[in-house]
């Protein structure tokens, strides 16, 4: 039986018979998760296993455990998710900054009958970026943090973006570089600076809030997650 697990990189003790993955997700689920929070990921002796909305595939769900047995849990709050979300945005805004002048450049001295590959990529990269930005908005709420911070500068500059790169694309499917030109110094430019501030605050702000996720320590009594015994190595764990 598993003795053991290791939940957000802590060593947290298993008081009750678990035989095998499905009883061991189901004790965490029950007793470890806080409300609102999930479980995001799930590694059994370094296999990572798929599961999502508590679905385990059936072989892996009866896969028996035992005292060796290393099961590794990451549980999330959807405060947590939403400020990993606003870092890949914040980081994401930083890298087209960074060539972004270069590209613009290049399709204002390009002639029409030229392919720019560039324009196509910085497309998807907006793209990316407008998703990340509804991402981080149903996490945040779904979170206490949507009572605390508000996520609306965020939200509106995705919402001119969105419309900046309807302009974008109109251009671009036209060939007319130098359209494609303007809207990338004149629209783009601006608008990725105000969310490259704007992201950077919001996650300060929802880091800043969330509350410590709670997990038993090694009497069985509850506390926060610095009360638990933390992982000294990974070979450590037998």
């Given at each position: 039986m598993l003795k053991k697990i290791l939940l957000n990189n802590r060593l947290v003790p298993v008081p009750v018979p678990v035989r095998n993955l499905a009883q061991a997700l189901a004790w965490v689920e029950s007793n470890l998760v806080p409300g609102g929070s999930?479980?995001?990921?799930?590694?059994?002796?370094?296999d990572v296993i798929e599961y999502d909305n508590v679905v385990l595939v059936p072989k892996k769900a009866q896969a028996e455990l035992t005292e060796k047995s290393r099961l590794e849990i990451q549980i999330d709050s959807p405060a947590t998710l939403a400020t990993q979300?606003?870092?890949?945005?914040?980081?994401?805004?930083?890298?087209?900054?960074?060539?972004?002048?270069?590209?613009?450049?290049?399709?204002?001295?390009?002639?029409?009958?030229?392919?720019?590959?560039?324009?196509?990529?910085?497309?998807?990269?907006?793209?990316?970026?407008?998703?990340?930005?509804?991402?981080?908005?149903?996490?945040?709420?779904?979170a206490t943090a949507a009572k605390l911070v508000d996520p609306a500068p965020v939200a509106g500059?995705?919402?001119?973006?969105?419309?900046?790169?309807?302009?974008?694309?109109?251009?671009?499917?036209?060939?007319?570089?130098?359209a494609c030109a303007k809207v990338m110094l004149n629209r783009f430019e601006p608008l990725l600076k105000d969310l490259l501030m704007e992201s950077e605050t919001l996650q300060i702000r929802v880091l800043g809030i969330q509350p410590q996720l709670s997990l038993p320590t090694s009497s069985g009594v509850y506390g926060t997650i610095a009360d638990v015994m933390p992982m000294k190595r990974p070979d450590t764990y037998r």
């Amino acid at each position: 039986m598993l003795k053991k697990i290791l939940l957000n990189n802590r060593l947290v003790p298993v008081p009750v018979p678990v035989r095998n993955l499905a009883q061991a997700l189901a004790w965490v689920e029950s007793n470890l998760v806080p409300g609102g929070s999930l479980i995001t990921r799930v590694v059994l002796d370094r296999d990572v296993i798929e599961y999502d909305n508590v679905v385990l595939v059936p072989k892996k769900a009866q896969a028996e455990l035992t005292e060796k047995s290393r099961l590794e849990i990451q549980i999330d709050s959807p405060a947590t998710l939403a400020t990993q979300t606003l870092d890949t945005v914040h980081s994401l805004c930083a890298a087209i900054l960074g060539t972004l002048k270069g590209i613009a450049v290049h399709a204002w001295q390009s002639k029409t009958s030229e392919k720019i590959p560039d324009l196509y990529s910085l497309h998807d990269d907006i793209m990316l970026i407008l998703d990340l930005i509804g991402h981080a908005q149903v996490l945040l709420q779904s979170a206490t943090a949507a009572k605390l911070v508000d996520p609306a500068p965020v939200a509106g500059i995705g919402r001119l973006l969105e419309q900046s790169l309807s302009s974008f694309s109109l251009a671009r499917s036209q060939s007319d570089w130098k359209a494609c030109a303007k809207v990338m110094l004149n629209r783009f430019e601006p608008l990725l600076k105000d969310l490259l501030m704007e992201s950077e605050t919001l996650q300060i702000r929802v880091l800043g809030i969330q509350p410590q996720l709670s997990l038993p320590t090694s009497s069985g009594v509850y506390g926060t997650i610095a009360d638990v015994m933390p992982m000294k190595r990974p070979d450590t764990y037998r």
